[in-house]
Structures are given as C-alpha cells and as structure tokens.
C-alpha cells in the first residue's frame, strides 16, 4: 500500500460537525491530559497526543509535545491519524521510513516519527473522529500487548469525548428550551375549589387544544386532555395539594384532538381560607415536549455508552441508571432507582467516592479520580462526577485490567532497577572481607520490601559450613531479631531444613507454611523466640551457585499479610541470587590469581643488602585491586667494588605474565651490573638489548642509582649518586638541610624494549652524609584520582615534613600520606640513607 492509498477521503458533514464542536469542549481538557500521561508511560513512547479530524486534524490533547503543541493543525495530507482513521482499525507502524503508507507524510519526512501506534476513537457508535496516538524518533516494534493497552485507553478517551458531547448538547438544549418558555410564554390557571369554576389564559387554552367558546370551565376538560396512563398519578397530585394545601407538580403526557400527544410540565399551589381549608388552586404550565423528545434521545445514547452512567437527586437517590451501569453494579435499575446511594453501596461511605462527590456538589466542579470499590464489585473505577441542577451525574469504568497493566509495568520496572541495583552492589572488587559484607548487606536491603519482608545471606567458608553475613527486615524494630535469628538458626536446624535442602539440590525452594515446616523444628530458647517473632508466612530459598560451586544461600521471607513469592517474583530473586554468586566466585577467583600473583612478586624481592655507610629500607604493597598485582620491582645490591645500586622498575601490565617478565628483567639486570665499571647507563644499555636480542616482547621503565666514592670523598664526607632512567618517575634526594632535589634530565628517555639502539645518558650529583635517596613506582603517585603533576608535589610536601622520622618509619608515613584510601596500583621503593663518616 502506497500513501496514496491511504487518503482520509471525503469526511460526512455528521462527523464534520462533530469534530469541530468537540475540538472546543476537548482543548485542554484535563482528563484527556492524564489518559495521554498514562499512554506516553505505559507504552515508554517520546509522545502521545489525542487528535481530531476535521478540515484538518487538531491536537487537544498530549503529552511529550513540544510549546504550543496542544492546538496545532497540520493538513489532512500529513497526517497520520488521518490514515487510522481511514482504516478503521490500529495503524501499527514500526519502521516509520520504511512503511509505504506513511513515509511521505511530513512528520516522517522530517525525523519526528519514526514508529507510530494510533486507534481511532469514535463518539455515538459512529463513524471515527479522531485517534489516540502514541510515537517516537525511532524505530520500534509494537507488541499484540501494547496495542492491546493503547486500545484500551483509547475506549476510556472516547468515553471521555462522548461524555463532553452529551454534556455540551444537553447544556445547549436545556438553554434552548428555556429561551423557548420565556419567548412562547407560559399558560397559567385559577380553579376554584368552592365554585368548581377552572379558568385557563390564552395559552394554556393553546397547550390542552381549546378554543375559548369550546372550554367549559370544568376540571373535567382538563381531565379529558390528559393521556389515559397519567390520568391517576396527575389527580392524585391535585389532590395532594388540595388536602395539604400545598404545592402542586406534574409532567403528563395530553392527547390533542388531531391525535397528537404533548408533554406538559404544570405547576401549581393551593391557597387556603381563614380556616385552613384549600379554596383554590392556581399555578402555570408550559410545553415540555421538546425537552422530553431530547431527554429521550439523550437516554438512548447514554444506554449504548460504552462506559457506565448514573444520576443521583438532591437526596442521594438514584435518578437513572444506564445499561452499562447495571452491568458493572450487579443490580437492575428497578432495585436502583429511589435508594440512596450510601445504602445500597455501603462500602462508599468515608472511600474516596464519597469525598469527590460531595466535593462536586459542594464546589460545583467536576472531580476526576481512581479508586477501589471491595467485594463484591472488587475492582478498580475511573470515575468523573459533575454537579448538575438537579444533583450529580456519574460516569465510570472499570479499568482493573488498565490498573493491573499499569502495576505490571511497575513492577517490572521496579524489578529492573532492582536487578540493576545488585548488580551495581557486588560490581565492585569483592576481598572476601569487610568490603564483600558490605556489598551483600547492600543487597539484603535492596530486596526489602520489593522481594520480602525480611532477608538472610549466608555464606559458605572454604569447609563448606554456613555463617550468616547480612539481613535486613522492613520494620526497623525487628531489624535487630533477624540478627539474632539468623546468627543461632544454622546451628539449630535439622538436616532437612529448607536452606540445607536448597544448597543440596542446587535449586529454589518455596517454602508456603515457614511456621509448619521450620518454626515447630527448633528447639525452644533464643532461636526460636526470634523465629516466632518474625512471624514468616511463606519463605524462598535459594543457592547462591556459580561455576558449579555453592557459595551461599539467600533466603526471602513473606508475612501473612502478602501473597507468597509467584513465579516472576522467583525468576528475579533466582536472577538477583546468580548475579550476587557470580560476583563471590569472580571474587575467589580473583582473590586466588592476586595470591598467585603477589606470591610470585614477592619471592623475587629479596632483602636488601646491609651497607657499612648506609641504611637501605624497601617497601611493596600489592593493589587493592587483584588485577593491578604484579610489574612493580625494586632491587639493592653490591657490585664487587662495594658501590651500591638501587634499582627501581615496572613492567607494563598488572598479571602473573608480568610478575614472570619483571622476574626475568630483575634477573638479567643484576648479572649485567655485577660486574665492574659498568655504571647505571651501560647496565640499561645492555638490558635493551638483552630485551631485544631473546624476543621478550616486554615494556618496562626503570631508574639505577649508583653510589660511588674516592677515598678523598670518603675522607671528605662526600658520596657521588650515578643514575639514569629509562622513563621512570624521577627518583628524590632528601638533603640533610629538608630540602627535595628530583634527579632528573633535560628530556625524558625511552623506557625499556621500545629501541635498543636508544642512547642512555648519566647523570652525577654530590650528595652529603645525612641524606636520603628515595626510587619509588608510578603507583605511589599516580591514580584515577590522582594526576602526576599533584602525585609528586604533595610526595615532596612529604619528604620535606618528615626529613626527622627514621628511615622505616618515612617509607610508611609516606605511603600512608600519598594514599590514604587504599593503593589502586602496586607500590614499590627502596630508600637509602647515608650514615655519617668519621
């Protein structure tokens, strides 16, 4: 189908009409704002928006539109709810761009709709008006159970319409009519009830079908006139009014001598004497027939109405009922009409039904709301109530499906938060301590109350035995008691017990009577005083499985007051429970390579050397995080001379592939030093090309200080430091004096394994007994948060304002000072503090 064969065609002059009379009454209307809200959320659509077609198609309502939305016109040629409504049925577009029947309309063209939905709405059972449509950017599929729901709120949209038109041309008639009275007149009357003499105006002579030379006065030509059925209710209000001198009403139907039958309204009063005793009766009346013939019509719209309607009098009483109204109250109109509303629906009185209807009638503006009405109705109302002269009108649906849609939605929304939540808890890195206890108390209480009433975590420890690590429960009260029930109930439990038969079989176990199958086992005391305190109902256990190994168990708890665990709250709690298991094993996991990691690093770390005329102190301290274990080295050492070389390193990568390489580096680098007259520069030199030479395929930096000293320097008190880096972080000299002097170049130089060929240079600075020499890893200065720049300024602060703390307690002052929240890398350094020399 092309969009040339989807045209609105030629629009009957009924609808027309229709259409341009709503387009006023619907402009804004609230009620038809809160049925898009609903659509727009529901359906997770950008837009909503109610449209009429006239000439040209008008949006009174929507939500998602952009200022100035509600009331904008496009041409019918534009307009995809022209194309709905042309095909009498759902337009279901998923692929806006793609869909021949749309995709040369103007709001396609443009990128505004990429998928649309829209249900046409009609109004009298006729042809259709308008249409519901919801829509967004992009493209999408519509499910049979969306179009379903949009179809759904379209119903409760057209009500809406009908309810506009038939208050609109009720008002309009109601003021027709009376504009007819005042200009037709009104024809009164005078009997006397002493002479029998009944005397009529002009008009009223008109209204009964008399001449004047043909009426004889008597209330018998009165009588005559009047249709055989209301004969005897209209004499008995005469004669009610007679006898308690009261006041007269009555509509009846007269009989014209050509046959026609009209309705008259008349009204009337008696007037008594000096003894109390009516002597004559006068009053008016006037020609209801038009208003009749209306009432009439409007009946009969309001019984094929789609939504239920009823009116009450001034008293409360049941005026008229609909058929639908019928349907939806379980009662007849007969057993209706008369009885008080607060009577015959007990359940109303102090509900919200009877705060919004009194509230109408008191502020005489129409009240929208939803409410509950219990058994034997039991089900969920849209209702609008508006004041009228005569009392209030109702009009309601029965929208517990809609309502039951719309709490699905809920909580599959609230599930997904929830899911997502979990799994944002146990993302983090899990030590299998304090943090892992943090992140499963964090879930026991994202599960409360959405999954349960209350939750315990147990975890299983290397033996396999239980112990409990979290709970939570909904009342803060009893928060305390499932500590105390879940910390003795493991000891307590027999060999069947649900949690042990979960863990077991490796599956869920729903649990309907918690009191029968597990409170009547445990043994009277602590544990079971906290049980009965709890007061479970129902109960869902399950394992805490990954990888084929039981880590745990998760157990969710229901009272009596809510309806045990049904199948999709099980299929969350099973998914909640994977995700948290998953995320212990991952732990384990990562836990046993950090081990293994850190195990290798630390085994080719060996002490340091002891020095005549120096103090030597090193440090390492793995990663919080398990895969940042494993490139960072340090190394001290002397070469047959006596001189002693620092050395510090780091191997890119954070694995137990970059321990090995940092292992084989740390290796090759002390042979090639170990020799004589090889200073810092020659020894990098050599171990480039050693990375080259035996394809190592590893990337590394490293910083080499060597001390050296003459016998005349030894004599002076002075000590030479020799270094050269290869793009390592600037190794620090502390001077006796607390100033902080960094050994670097001019440039920096290429790290080790990116070109052997690189020339290394050296560098020399004289340094003065007292002073300390501090290499150091990237780690200790550089982190997420943490720039380089920052890193070794607050390093230098540091050194300058611990210049008097012994050599040990620098390097662990230091390292607390620079990362007092926990390492995110490997930190490793070696200091060297020269002693005096006499």
């Known amino acids: 189908m092309t969009s040339a064969d989807t045209s609105v065609g030629s629009p009957s002059a009924a609808r027309l009409e229709t259409a341009r009379r709503l387009v006023a009454e619907a402009m804004g209307s609230r009620s038809l704002q809160r049925l898009t809200d609903l659509a727009a959320r529901l359906l997770d659509c950008e837009v909503a928006q109610v449209s009429l077609l006239g000439e040209v198609q008008t949006a009174v309502a929507g939500s998602g539109l952009p200022p100035g939305g509600i009331g904008m016109q496009r041409p019918l040629d534009d307009s995809l709810c022209a194309i709905a409504v042309s095909t009498d049925g759902p337009l279901v577009v998923a692929d806006a761009v793609r869909d021949g029947r749309v995709r040369d309309r103007a709001p396609v063209r443009s990128g505004r709709i990429g998928a649309y939905l829209g249900i046409p709405l009609r109004v009298d059972g006729g042809e259709p008006i308008g249409a519901l449509c919801v829509y967004g ?7 049979d159970q969306e179009v379903a729901l949009l179809r759904q709120i379209a119903d409760s949209v057209s009500t809406e319409l009908q309810l506009m038109s038939l208050t609109a041309e009720y008002e309009a008639h109601r003021l027709r009519t009376e504009l ?8 009164s009357f005078d009997w006397n009830l002493v002479t029998g003499r009944l005397l009529w105006d002009d008009r009223m002579l008109t209204l009964l079908g008399y001449e004047r030379a043909d009426f004889d006065e008597s209330i018998g030509s009165f009588v005559t006139r009047v249709h055989p059925d209301d004969r005897e209710r209209t004499q008995e209000a005469l004669q009610s009014a007679i006898e308690t001198v009261g006041e007269y009403e009555a509509e009846f139907r007269v009989v014209l001598p050509s046959g026609e039958t009209r309705w008259i309204r008349g009204r009337g009063r008696a007037v008594a004497d000096d003894r109390g005793t009516a002597v004559r009766l006068l009053g008016a009346g006037y020609d209801t027939t038009p208003q009749r013939q209306e009432d009439v019509r409007i009946a009969r719209l309001l019984e094929a109405m789609k939504a239920a309607f009823f009116s009450l009098d001034r008293d409360w009483r049941f005026s008229y009922v609909n058929a639908e109204a019928e349907r939806v109250l379980g009662a007849a109109r007969e057993q209706l009409i008369g009885g008080v509303v607060w009577e015959l629906f007990p359940a109303a009185v102090g509900s919200d039904f009877e705060r919004y209807y009194r509230a109408a009638v008191a502020t005489g ?16 109302f849209e209702v609008r109530a508006w004041p009228t002269p005569d009392g209030l009108s109702v009009s309601f649906l029965d929208v517990t499906e809609r309502r039951a849609a719309e709490e699905q939605a809920r909580r599959s929304t609230a599930r997904l938060g929830l899911v997502a939540d979990t799994t944002t808890a146990v993302s983090a890195p899990l030590d299998g301590g304090r943090h892992e206890e943090e992140a499963l108390q964090r879930v026991a209480e994202l599960l409360v109350p959405e999954l349960g009433d209350w939750v315990i975590i147990s975890r299983a420890d290397p033996e396999g035995r239980l112990r409990y690590v979290a709970g939570w429960h909904r009342d803060p009260a009893l928060r305390d008691v499932v500590t105390r029930y879940a910390r003795t109930r493991l000891a307590a439990l027999p060999p069947d017990a649900p949690v042990l038969r979960a ?12 009191g029968a199958t597990v409170g009547a086992t445990l043994p009277p005391g602590e544990v079971s005083e906290a049980f009965w305190a709890l007061r479970p109902q129902s109960a869902l256990t399950l394992p805490l499985a990954a990888r084929g190994r039981t880590l745990g168990a998760l157990s969710i708890y229901r009272s009596a007051d809510r309806p045990q665990l049904d199948d999709e709250d099980a299929s969350v709690a099973r998914d909640v429970a994977g995700r948290v298991a998953l995320a212990l094993d991952n732990a384990r996991l990562y836990d046993q390579q950090r081990r293994l990691a850190e195990g290798l690093q630390r085994s080719l770390l060996t002490a340091p050397p002891q020095h005549d005329s120096s103090e030597i102190v090193v440090r390492y301290h793995p990663a919080m995080a398990v895969a940042e274990v494993g490139g960072d080295w340090y190394d001290a050492f002397l070469q047959p001379s006596g001189a002693a070389m620092l050395v510090i390193g780091d191997v890119v990568g954070h694995d137990t592939e970059a321990a090995a390489a940092m292992g084989q580096l740390r290796g090759m680098l002390r042979g090639i030093a170990y020799r004589e007259g090889i200073g810092p520069a020659g020894v990098l030199t050599d171990l480039d090309a050693a990375i080259q030479g035996l394809r190592m395929g590893t990337l590394a930096t490293a910083a080499i200080v060597r001390l050296e000293q003459t016998d005349a320097e030894r004599a002076a008190g002075r000590t030479r430091l020799r270094w050269s880096n290869a793009g390592h972080p ?11 002097e960094e050994l670097a170049g001019e ?3 290429l790290m080790l394994g990116v070109d052997a060929g690189t020339s290394r240079s050296e560098s020399v600075v004289t340094v003065l007994p007292g002073s300390t020499v501090l290499l150091y890893t990237d780690g200790l200065v550089e982190g997420r948060d943490l720039s380089l720049d920052e890193g070794m300024a607050r390093l230098r602060a540091a050194l300058g304002e611990l210049s008097g703390e012994s050599l040990p307690d620098l390097c662990d002052a230091v390292i607390e000072r620079l990362r007092p929240e926990g390492l995110q890398d490997d930190v490793a350094l070696v200091a060297l503090r020269l002693h005096p020399q006499h």
Do not use: T
Not at 180 to 187: E, F, K, L, S
Not at 368 to 380: G, H, I
């Open 180 to 187: 007819a009275i005042d200009a037709a007149g009104i024809g």
């Open 503 to 514: 863990i077991a079989s490796g599956e869920a176990l729903v649990v309907p009577d918690v």
């Open 365 to 380: 503006d129409q009240q929208m709301f939803e409410a509950y009405y219990p058994p034997p109705l039991d089900a969920w």
């Open 137 to 143: 950017s992009r493209p999408r599929s519509w499910s």
């Open 730 to 740: 600037p190794p620090l000299v502390l001077h006796p004096d607390g100033s902080v």
């Open 747 to 749: 440039r920096a130089e």
